[in-house]
C-alpha cells in the first residue's frame, strides 16, 4: 500500500440542489458548480447534507426573523428574497452540521457569516449574500470549547455578534480593511481580529496568521471550525492578492495546531479557483495532520 492510501482524505459535503437559484447574482451556482466538478476530478469523495432543523436554526437566530425569511419578507440590496431561500438556508446549515460531524468541508451556498441573530449585523445594513449563520450552527450544536478561524476576506460580523462574550468560544479573522462590512476593526474580548491592506500578498498574510494563531492558548479549544472565504484570492470581492500555494500554507498552519477541524465555504466568487484554492488547502492540511 502507497504512502498516499493511508492519508485519510477530507470529504467534501455538497448536493447539488444548492445550484437552483441566483443564477444572476455574483453569489450564483457557478462558483461551488466548477469547484465541485474540480475537486471531484481531483478524486474527493462526496457526501449529501440533509437540511437543518428548524431547532438547529434556532439555536442562533431568533425565531421572528426566521419565521420572515419563510415568508420572503427579508430583502436588502445584496441578499434578495429568493423563492424557498429558506429551505435552501437550510441546506447549506445542515452542511456546515455534517461537515461539523465528520471533519469534512461543506461546499454549500448561500454562505453564512455576514448572518447575525435577527438577519444583518453589528449595524451593518445587509446581510451580505448571507440568510443563516452555518458555521455558528454547527458550533453551537457541536457545544464544545471551540475556536472559529474566519478566513473569508471580509469580517464575520455575523458570526461575532453571536459570540461576542461566550466563553466558550474564540473567533479570530483576518480581513481586508477599508472593505465590507466595515465592522472587525479591533478585538473585542473573545473576538480576535486582524485587519490587513487588499493585495498585501501571501507574506504578509502568512505572518499575521502566524501571530493571530500563536498566541492563542491551545488548552482553550477542542476543534475548531473554519469560515473559509476564497475572496482573498488575488481579483476576487476582498482581494489579498493571494494564489493558490497560499491556501496550501494555510492548511499547514491550521494542522500545526493539531486540533480536530472542519470547513464550511464563505465567499470567493470564481470557480475554477474556489476548486483549486479548496484542494490546495487541504492538501495543506492533510499533508500536516
Ligand atoms: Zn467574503
Not at 175 to 181: A, E, G, I, K, L
Amino acid at each position: 500500500m502507497c504512502v498516499m492510501e493511508l492519508t485519510m482524505k477530507t470529504k467534501i459535503v455538497y448536493s447539488e440542489k444548492c445550484l437552483s437559484y441566483g443564477t444572476w447574482h455574483i453569489e450564483g451556482p457557478q462558483r461551488v458548480k466548477i469547484a465541485s466538478e474540480i475537486l471531484k476530478a481531483k478524486g474527493y469523495e462526496f457526501v449529501e447534507p440533509t437540511p437543518a432543523s428548524e431547532d438547529a436554526l434556532l439555536t442562533v437566530h431568533d425565531a421572528e426573523y426566521l419565521w420572515n425569511l419563510k415568508k420572503g419578507t427579508v430583502e436588502d440590496p445584496d441578499t434578495p428574497a429568493y423563492e424557498n431561500i429558506y429551505e435552501f438556508a437550510k441546506l447549506s446549515a445542515g452542511g456546515a452540521l455534517l461537515a461539523s460531524k465528520i471533519n469534512g468541508f461543506s461546499l454549500m451556498r448561500p454562505p453564512g457569516h455576514h448572518a447575525g441573530r435577527n438577519g444583518a449585523a453589528l449595524g451593518v445594513y445587509t446581510r451580505g449574500f448571507c440568510y443563516a449563520n452555518n458555521m455558528a450552527i454547527a458550533v453551537k450544536k457541536l457545544g464544545k470549547r471551540m475556536l472559529i478561524l474566519d478566513i473569508d476576506g471580509h469580517h464575520g460580523n455575523g458570526t461575532q455578534e453571536i459570540f461576542q462574550g461566550d466563553e466558550k468560544i474564540i473567533y479570530v479573522s483576518l480581513h481586508q480593511s477599508p472593505n465590507y462590512p466595515g465592522t472587525g476593526s479591533f478585538t473585542e474580548g473573545n473576538c480576535i481580529n486582524f485587519t490587513l491592506p487588499a493585495n498585501c500578498g501571501g507574506k504578509l498574510y502568512l505572518e499575521t496568521l502566524d501571530k493571530a494563531l500563536g498566541a492563542l492558548d491551545l488548552s482553550k479549544f477542542e476543534a475548531m471550525g473554519v469560515s473559509c472565504g476564497f475572496d482573498t484570492h488575488l481579483g476576487d470581492l476582498a482581494t489579498l492578492g493571494l494564489i493558490e500555494q497560499d491556501y496550501f500554507n494555510i492548511g499547514k498552519r491550521i494542522a500545526s495546531l493539531g486540533k480536530p477541524a472542519f470547513f464550511v465555504l464563505e465567499g470567493g466568487y470564481v470557480g475554477e479557483n474556489v476548486g483549486m484554492d479548496i484542494d490546495n488547502l487541504l492538501m495543506g492540511y492533510e499533508e500536516k495532520r
